[in-house]
């Protein structure tokens, strides 16, 4: 059974690698994979009046800060390697869910 690809986008080219690469800018929720793409891979843009988005100026006071704050300990595993074990621990964080513990 073959899967057919799933294309998503668009996304902007950063920098043209060689012939046949370009390097990508993917947003963070796609950080687990690699940004460099060979050209077979890529569809070329076409333009659609209903992508523009209307962008308003954003100011950011730099005061203001955010502080992570361990809520509770999901889950506790030792990793065992060759002369040592190191202990692994799955932390919630709050103001975040279960899928996005670390």
Do not use: C, W
Not at 11 to 16: G, H
Not at 31 to 60: G, M, N, W
Not at 72 to 83: D, V
Request: zero cysteines.
């Amino acid at each position: 059974m073959k899967v057919s690809p799933i294309f998503k986008g668009p996304f902007e080219v950063l920098e043209r690698i060689g012939e046949l690469a370009y390097i990508i800018a993917l947003p963070p929720k796609l950080s687990s994979v690699h940004d460099v793409f060979h050209v077979s891979i890529l569809r070329k843009y076409e333009s659609d009046p209903t992508h523009v988005l209307d962008f308003q100026v954003l100011e950011i006071d730099e005061r203001i800060t955010y502080v992570e704050e361990a809520v509770q300990i999901l889950g506790r595993i030792e990793q065992a390697l060759r002369n040592r074990t190191i202990p692994l621990v799955k932390i919630l964080r709050r103001y975040h869910d279960s899928k996005e513990a670390t």
